[in-house]
């Protein structure tokens, strides 16, 4: 018998002010695997993340987390969100912010336990931010926090981690270190990654399935199964041309379509 997905995202929609965001949306997430939820700028990637989570009502369709109905509280969901902002007065020490995902499932801060010292630890560690663990949060830099952020979700040992555009503002190198280190930990914690980004190349090497949003719907299935010119011409509704050099993908439109449309574009040429 085939295990149970982690993530089942079953034809969800979702009109905001008459404004169809999400429509007819299905996916599901295995055991362990890396997915990259990839769209432009206002797509919809942070609302899908938002109705997965439980924090927003779909207008239709349904989510199940490891076979069960989401109910808002599930231990088996970690995340970390796009916007955090972290003052570098609070005098909270990156190893406290990390503590504290200990008790998102419960009410109070109460007395840690020899064992959950220990495994805060551990997990500053397996995020390469142990040399930072006793800085104030708001001092470090971006790619420091990030550590820190995956750090405090992957405290509570879930089953399926979610990161909104945890890549943006990060320098390339800064972007390699976290997306190998959230590979890593993804095999070490046996725990699956659905991440969003606008930009797909950085996570080639790494993605086990990707999810493609475009004005409201996505193609699921492995890199080679969606970034396609057929699939994303269909998805689009217009012709795109998928280009592969060095390793790396360019979505190139037809002439004449907007440029704006196509989220992966770091030398993209419309002309
Ligand atoms: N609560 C809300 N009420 C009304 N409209 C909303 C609400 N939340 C999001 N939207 C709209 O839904 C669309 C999708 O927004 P969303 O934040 O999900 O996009 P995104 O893909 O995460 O964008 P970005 O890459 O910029 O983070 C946007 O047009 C946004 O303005
Ligand atoms: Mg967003």
């Given amino acids: 018998m085939s295990e149970v997905p982690v993530l089942e995202v079953d034809n ?12 007819g949306v299905s996916f599901e997430i295995h055991r362990g695997e890396f997915t990259g939820l990839i769209g432009s700028n206002g797509v919809g990637k942070t609302t899908l993340l938002r ?15 490891l076979g069960l109905p989401l109910s808002r509280h599930s231990r088996s969901l970690g995340y970390v969100p796009q916007k955090v902002v972290l ?11 990390v503590a504290l995902g200990l ?11 020899k064992q959950q010292r220990e495994l805060v630890d551990k997990i500053l560690c397996d995020v390469d931010a142990e040399h930072f663990a006793n800085s104030r949060v708001g001092s470090l830099s971006g790619g420091e926090q990030q550590r820190v952020l995956i750090a405090h979700a ?18 390339p190198k800064s972007v390699q270190e976290i997306v190998a280190l959230l590979h890593r930990v993804s095999s070490d914690h046996d725990v699956a990654i659905l991440l969003s980004a606008h930009e797909m190349n950085a996570l080639l090497p790494v993605m086990d399935r990707i999810v493609y949003l475009t004005e409201g719907r996505a193609a699921s299935g ?6 396609r010119s057929d699939v994303l011409s269909k998805l689009y509704g217009h012709h795109v041309d998928v280009l592969k050099l060095h390793g790396r993908v360019l979505v190139v439109a037809e002439p004449g379509a907007e440029a ?12």
């Fill in 51 to 65: 109705i997965v989570l439980g924090l927003q009502r779909p207008g239709a369709g349904e989510i199940r987390v």
């Fill in 222 to 227: 492995t890199t080679e199964e969606v970034v």
């Fill in 12 to 23: 969800v929609s979702l009109s905001f002010s008459g404004r169809r965001i999400l429509d």
């Fill in 103 to 113: 008790d998102a499932h419960r009410y109070g801060f109460g007395r840690r336990t």
């Fill in 154 to 171: 992957l405290v509570s040992q879930p089953k399926l981690l979610l990161l909104d555009e945890p890549l943006a503002n990060l320098d």
């Fill in 260 to 271: 704006g449309d196509i989220p992966d574009h770091p030398t993209l040429t419309v002309s």
């Fill in 87 to 97: 003052d570098p007065d609070v005098p909270l020490r990156a190893r406290d912010l």
